[in-house]
């Protein structure tokens, strides 16, 4: 990776343990600004566990710690003075199964900014004009103009998903975190989602954890791969499937790992 790129996210020496299980061991990684960035490795390796620090979801879980930093756009997201909520506008997520709130699509784009420090009460021209930008951006406008007032859980599986990444945009996200996010669709929806995410990089930095080795060779700039809880590898995707610099990368992506 050359120098000259700027990184959206950087972390060192990151460490984290549930109760007495270390499931993160000194992390230092950067993240390349608006690429797509692929994490990969066995189940159990600390994936998700790493995309969660970065919006500090793990926090909610209880009988978590971290030590070391994760400076995003700048700034260590550990510092006393951060906002949870400030924090999660800038670094957005979508699970592994699609969670439109039930209610109306409508609704549920504008949701955010409701509960997000927008205290100033928009007209609803306003709104509507969020909601088009936010459906036209996932390509769901033309699709759904005329059902806004339908309940978005009615939705097809993957315009449930394109709904949840475009119930981020409204607040103007850096970062956009994805856990699976095609874990739940078929062979159309994850094209379709997949499709999404190479229009909005360059736009957001996406990081995206995956189990298939197609997509992440399909999708991302750079692939990284962690196996217990490290980073094995980290670098150009094309280089890392190619040519991989670390034996453990090349029995993983040969399918010799479980």
Sequence with gaps: MSADKRHSIETRQLNLWYGDFQALINVSVKIVDGLITGLIGPSGCGKTTLLRCFNRVNERYGNVTTTGEVEILGKNIYDADVSLPELRKNVGMVFQ?????????????????????????????ETDDIVEAALREVFLWDDLKDQLKVRATTL?????????????????????????????????????VEELMLELAGHYTILIVTHNMAQARRISDECIFMLLGEIVEHSRTEDLFLMPQNEKTEDYIEGRYG
Aim: proline share 9%.
């Design 97 to 125: 199964r699609p969670n439109p709130l039930p209610i109306s699509i409508y609704e549920n784009i504008i949701f955010g900014l409701r509960v997000h420090s927008e205290r100033r009460m928009r007209k609803k021209s």
């Design 156 to 192: 097809q599986l993957e315009q449930q998903q394109k709904l949840c990444i475009a119930r981020l945009l409204p607040l103007k996200p850096r970062v956009i975190l994805m856990d699976e996010p095609c874990s739940a669709l078929d062979a159309k929806g994850t094209r379709a």
